[in-house]
Protein backbone atom coordinates (compact mmCIF):
# COMPACT_ATOMS: atom_id res chain seq x y z
CA UNK A 1 0.00 0.00 0.00
CA UNK A 2 1.73 3.63 -1.38
CA UNK A 3 -0.66 5.43 0.76
CA UNK A 4 -2.08 7.32 -2.29
CA UNK A 5 -5.63 6.47 -2.68
CA UNK A 6 -7.82 7.44 -5.61
CA UNK A 7 -11.44 6.98 -6.04
CA UNK A 8 -13.32 5.62 -7.89
CA UNK A 9 -11.44 2.68 -8.83
CA UNK A 10 -13.61 2.52 -12.33
CA UNK A 11 -15.82 4.86 -13.83
CA UNK A 12 -18.10 4.23 -16.55
CA UNK A 13 -19.61 7.12 -18.78
CA UNK A 14 -20.99 8.37 -22.03
CA UNK A 15 -19.15 10.33 -24.80
CA UNK A 16 -19.75 14.51 -24.04
CA UNK A 17 -19.84 13.58 -20.00
CA UNK A 18 -17.83 14.95 -17.49
CA UNK A 19 -16.34 13.58 -14.33
CA UNK A 20 -14.18 14.24 -11.66
CA UNK A 21 -11.09 12.23 -9.80
CA UNK A 22 -10.18 12.41 -6.55
CA UNK A 23 -6.48 11.35 -4.90
CA UNK A 24 -5.91 12.05 -1.44
CA UNK A 25 -1.72 11.88 -1.26
CA UNK A 26 0.36 10.29 1.74
CA UNK A 27 0.07 11.75 4.82
CA UNK A 28 2.44 14.74 4.78
CA UNK A 29 3.24 15.05 0.79
CA UNK A 30 2.75 18.16 -0.73
CA UNK A 31 3.17 17.12 -4.05
CA UNK A 32 0.57 15.87 -6.33
CA UNK A 33 0.80 14.40 -9.73
CA UNK A 34 -1.61 13.07 -12.15
CA UNK A 35 -0.95 10.15 -15.04
CA UNK A 36 -2.55 8.73 -17.86
CA UNK A 37 -2.13 5.54 -18.79
CA UNK A 38 -3.73 3.97 -22.13
CA UNK A 39 -2.48 1.05 -24.47
CA UNK A 40 -1.38 3.25 -27.39
CA UNK A 41 0.63 6.30 -25.25
CA UNK A 42 2.06 4.74 -22.17
CA UNK A 43 1.89 6.61 -19.20
CA UNK A 44 1.87 10.01 -19.66
CA UNK A 45 2.37 13.16 -17.34
CA UNK A 46 -0.81 15.62 -16.89
CA UNK A 47 0.66 17.80 -14.44
CA UNK A 48 1.36 18.57 -11.12
CA UNK A 49 0.42 20.72 -8.23
CA UNK A 50 2.70 21.69 -4.91
CA UNK A 51 0.80 22.76 -2.01
CA UNK A 52 -2.39 23.98 -3.85
CA UNK A 53 -0.38 25.53 -6.71
CA UNK A 54 0.29 24.28 -9.98
CA UNK A 55 3.79 23.59 -10.45
CA UNK A 56 4.61 21.96 -14.21
CA UNK A 57 2.46 20.85 -16.87
CA UNK A 58 2.69 17.77 -19.19
CA UNK A 59 0.19 16.83 -21.91
CA UNK A 60 -2.79 18.10 -20.53
CA UNK A 61 -5.66 18.57 -22.85
CA UNK A 62 -7.54 21.65 -22.91
CA UNK A 63 -10.48 19.78 -21.93
CA UNK A 64 -8.76 18.44 -18.50
CA UNK A 65 -8.27 20.19 -15.64
CA UNK A 66 -7.15 19.83 -11.98
CA UNK A 67 -6.99 21.16 -8.54
CA UNK A 68 -5.08 20.79 -5.12
CA UNK A 69 -7.25 21.97 -2.23
CA UNK A 70 -6.09 23.00 1.13
CA UNK A 71 -5.70 19.22 2.86
CA UNK A 72 -4.00 18.99 0.03
CA UNK A 73 -6.51 16.25 -1.92
CA UNK A 74 -6.70 17.09 -5.68
CA UNK A 75 -9.04 16.60 -8.37
CA UNK A 76 -8.57 15.50 -11.93
CA UNK A 77 -11.93 17.29 -14.29
CA UNK A 78 -12.16 15.34 -17.33
CA UNK A 79 -15.20 17.11 -19.84
CA UNK A 80 -16.27 17.15 -22.94
CA UNK A 81 -15.26 13.08 -22.99
CA UNK A 82 -14.22 11.31 -25.80
CA UNK A 83 -13.73 7.49 -26.76
CA UNK A 84 -9.83 8.43 -26.54
CA UNK A 85 -10.22 9.24 -23.14
CA UNK A 86 -10.68 6.03 -21.56
CA UNK A 87 -7.50 4.93 -19.60
CA UNK A 88 -6.15 4.17 -16.75
CA UNK A 89 -5.57 7.45 -14.39
CA UNK A 90 -2.91 7.81 -11.94
CA UNK A 91 -2.34 9.68 -9.21
CA UNK A 92 0.95 10.15 -7.33
CA UNK A 93 2.21 12.16 -4.45
CA UNK A 94 5.79 13.03 -3.04
CA UNK A 95 6.74 15.34 0.14
CA UNK A 96 8.65 18.02 -1.97
CA UNK A 97 8.40 20.45 -4.59
CA UNK A 98 9.98 17.03 -6.59
CA UNK A 99 13.57 17.66 -6.68
CA UNK A 100 15.89 14.55 -7.88
CA UNK A 101 15.49 12.69 -4.75
CA UNK A 102 11.57 12.69 -4.66
CA UNK A 103 10.22 9.24 -4.76
CA UNK A 104 7.31 9.14 -6.04
CA UNK A 105 4.18 7.21 -4.71
CA UNK A 106 1.80 5.93 -7.04
CA UNK A 107 -1.70 5.19 -6.08
CA UNK A 108 -3.88 2.38 -7.80
CA UNK A 109 -5.31 4.53 -10.53
CA UNK A 110 -8.93 5.29 -11.82
CA UNK A 111 -10.12 3.07 -14.65
CA UNK A 112 -12.26 5.64 -16.82
CA UNK A 113 -13.99 3.48 -19.79
CA UNK A 114 -16.03 6.17 -22.15
CA UNK A 115 -18.84 4.42 -24.31
CA UNK B 1 16.15 14.33 -20.25
CA UNK B 2 18.19 11.55 -22.10
CA UNK B 3 16.50 9.26 -23.89
CA UNK B 4 16.48 5.27 -22.71
CA UNK B 5 16.52 2.13 -24.48
CA UNK B 6 15.17 -1.05 -22.77
CA UNK B 7 14.91 -4.51 -24.08
CA UNK B 8 11.01 -5.07 -24.81
CA UNK B 9 10.81 -8.45 -22.89
CA UNK B 10 12.45 -10.81 -20.93
CA UNK B 11 12.10 -13.93 -19.01
CA UNK B 12 13.76 -15.22 -15.35
CA UNK B 13 13.40 -18.36 -13.74
CA UNK B 14 12.09 -17.95 -10.40
CA UNK B 15 15.11 -17.97 -8.11
CA UNK B 16 18.04 -16.66 -10.44
CA UNK B 17 18.69 -13.13 -10.92
CA UNK B 18 17.60 -11.16 -13.18
CA UNK B 19 19.43 -8.50 -14.97
CA UNK B 20 17.34 -5.93 -16.64
CA UNK B 21 19.68 -3.66 -18.99
CA UNK B 22 19.30 0.00 -20.23
CA UNK B 23 20.63 1.83 -22.47
CA UNK B 24 21.05 5.65 -21.99
CA UNK B 25 24.45 6.70 -24.07
CA UNK B 26 23.17 10.68 -24.25
CA UNK B 27 23.14 11.09 -20.16
CA UNK B 28 24.41 13.90 -19.23
CA UNK B 29 26.27 14.64 -16.15
CA UNK B 30 23.74 15.80 -13.81
CA UNK B 31 21.13 13.23 -14.64
CA UNK B 32 20.38 10.43 -12.76
CA UNK B 33 18.92 7.07 -13.49
CA UNK B 34 15.79 5.96 -11.35
CA UNK B 35 14.00 2.82 -11.76
CA UNK B 36 10.42 2.03 -11.16
CA UNK B 37 8.44 -0.60 -11.71
CA UNK B 38 4.65 -1.55 -12.49
CA UNK B 39 3.04 -4.51 -11.84
CA UNK B 40 0.02 -5.65 -14.13
CA UNK B 41 -2.30 -2.21 -13.62
CA UNK B 42 -1.18 -1.17 -10.33
CA UNK B 43 0.43 2.51 -9.78
CA UNK B 44 4.25 1.93 -10.68
CA UNK B 45 6.74 1.56 -7.65
CA UNK B 46 10.06 3.46 -7.32
CA UNK B 47 13.02 0.54 -6.54
CA UNK B 48 16.00 2.49 -7.06
CA UNK B 49 18.28 5.42 -8.26
CA UNK B 50 22.09 6.01 -9.04
CA UNK B 51 23.96 8.82 -10.13
CA UNK B 52 27.37 6.85 -10.77
CA UNK B 53 28.27 4.69 -7.94
CA UNK B 54 26.65 1.35 -7.83
CA UNK B 55 23.81 1.11 -5.76
CA UNK B 56 21.89 -1.38 -3.34
CA UNK B 57 18.58 -1.67 -1.42
CA UNK B 58 16.47 -4.49 -0.22
CA UNK B 59 14.55 -4.63 -3.72
CA UNK B 60 17.44 -4.44 -5.99
CA UNK B 61 20.95 -3.43 -7.08
CA UNK B 62 21.89 -1.11 -9.72
CA UNK B 63 25.15 -1.25 -11.33
CA UNK B 64 26.11 1.90 -13.66
CA UNK B 65 28.73 1.36 -16.03
CA UNK B 66 31.89 3.94 -15.75
CA UNK B 67 30.95 6.07 -18.74
CA UNK B 68 27.29 6.28 -17.34
CA UNK B 69 25.92 5.22 -20.90
CA UNK B 70 24.43 2.08 -19.86
CA UNK B 71 23.02 0.60 -16.67
CA UNK B 72 21.88 -2.50 -15.56
CA UNK B 73 19.08 -3.28 -12.90
CA UNK B 74 19.62 -6.65 -10.73
CA UNK B 75 17.11 -8.48 -9.28
CA UNK B 76 19.48 -10.97 -7.22
CA UNK B 77 16.61 -13.75 -6.39
CA UNK B 78 13.49 -13.27 -8.48
CA UNK B 79 10.19 -14.36 -7.59
CA UNK B 80 6.60 -14.77 -9.20
CA UNK B 81 5.65 -11.64 -7.58
CA UNK B 82 8.61 -9.49 -9.55
CA UNK B 83 6.63 -10.20 -12.96
CA UNK B 84 6.27 -6.45 -14.14
CA UNK B 85 7.02 -4.01 -16.45
CA UNK B 86 10.40 -2.33 -15.80
CA UNK B 87 11.26 1.37 -16.37
CA UNK B 88 14.38 2.88 -16.33
CA UNK B 89 14.32 6.27 -16.70
CA UNK B 90 16.86 9.21 -16.55
CA UNK B 91 16.60 12.45 -15.23
CA UNK B 92 17.85 16.36 -14.55
CA UNK B 93 18.83 16.93 -10.86
CA UNK B 94 16.80 20.28 -9.39
CA UNK B 95 13.61 21.08 -8.00
CA UNK B 96 10.39 20.56 -10.02
CA UNK B 97 11.93 17.92 -11.98
CA UNK B 98 10.18 15.03 -10.42
CA UNK B 99 7.42 16.20 -12.90
CA UNK B 100 9.38 14.88 -16.51
CA UNK B 101 9.29 11.15 -14.92
CA UNK B 102 8.90 10.46 -18.69
CA UNK B 103 8.07 6.67 -18.91
CA UNK B 104 9.27 4.62 -21.78
CA UNK B 105 7.85 1.68 -23.00
CA UNK B 106 10.08 -0.60 -20.18
CA UNK B 107 10.59 -4.04 -20.47
CA UNK B 108 8.38 -6.79 -19.71
CA UNK B 109 10.34 -8.96 -16.93
CA UNK B 110 8.29 -12.54 -17.31
CA UNK B 111 9.36 -14.66 -14.35
CA UNK B 112 8.56 -18.27 -14.03
CA UNK B 113 8.58 -21.53 -11.87
Known amino acids: DSGVTQTPKHLITATGQRVTLRCSPR?????VYWYQQSLDQGLQFLIQYYNGEERAKGNILERFSAQQFPDLHSELNLSSLELGDSALYFC??????????????FGSGTQLSVL | DAKTTQPPSMDCAEGRAANLPCNHS???????VYWYRQIHSQGPQYIIHGLKNNETNEMASLIITEDRKSSTLILPHATLRDTAVYYCIVRVEGAGTASKLTFGTGTRLQVTL
Open chain 2, 26 to 32: TISGNEY
Open chain 1, 92 to 105: ASSGGTGGVFEKLF
Open chain 1, 27 to 31: SGDLS
